[in-house]
């Protein structure tokens, strides 16, 4: 199963040194099925794009919550085992964990198929989403305008043997 894990920059910096991702628990986004019935397409590159999108937001939430972190979003997407990403129960219907899987342990980072991450051009808007986050979490349609305007950003594609050079 591929589930995209969202990161800061220095987030994935110290996964390069250590060799995982980790340590467990960890969040990540996966095509679940309420993922599937929200999005409702079975074009299965559709729903991982929109799992992808689903951490790129909360790789956004982690920078919000560090005012020292790089202000470009951040997303390791790894393969596990179906299994190892599981779901909560009790939050299946609600919109903002969407897709929203735990895995209960760390993820060493060879089983990583890509990283995605902001290209230098949104460092800007990704700047002031972080700081509209909270009144956009509160319904300022303005604020939320803002957050909008990171998400418009397409997250580039990385190979795994580039994280040196985007952590460097």
Do not use: C
Request: charged content about 25%.
């Amino acid at each position: 199963m591929r589930v995209y894990v969202p990161l800061t920059l220095a987030g994935l910096a110290a996964a390069h040194r250590a060799g995982e991702l980790g340590p467990g628990p960890l969040t990540a986004y996966a095509v679940t099925p309420a993922l599937r019935e929200w999005y409702v397409s079975d074009d299965i590159e559709e729903l991982e794009y929109a799992a992808l999108n689903r951490a790129a937001s909360a790789s956004l939430r982690l920078i919000a919550g560090d005012p020292q972190a790089a202000r470009r979003r951040v997303v390791v997407a790894v393969d596990v085992p179906d299994g190892d990403a599981v779901a909560d129960p009790d939050h299946i219907l609600d919109a903002s964990s969407l897709g929203e899987v735990t895995i209960a342990s760390a993820v060493p980072l060879a089983k990583a198929a890509a990283v995605h991450v902001d290209a230098d051009d949104a460092d800007k808007d990704v700047t002031a989403a972080a700081a509209a986050l909270g009144a956009a979490d509160l319904g300022d349609d303005d604020a939320q305008f803002t957050v909008d305007g990171a998400e418009d950003h397409e997250l580039l594609w990385f190979g795994v043997q580039e994280i040196p050079g985007l952590i460097g």
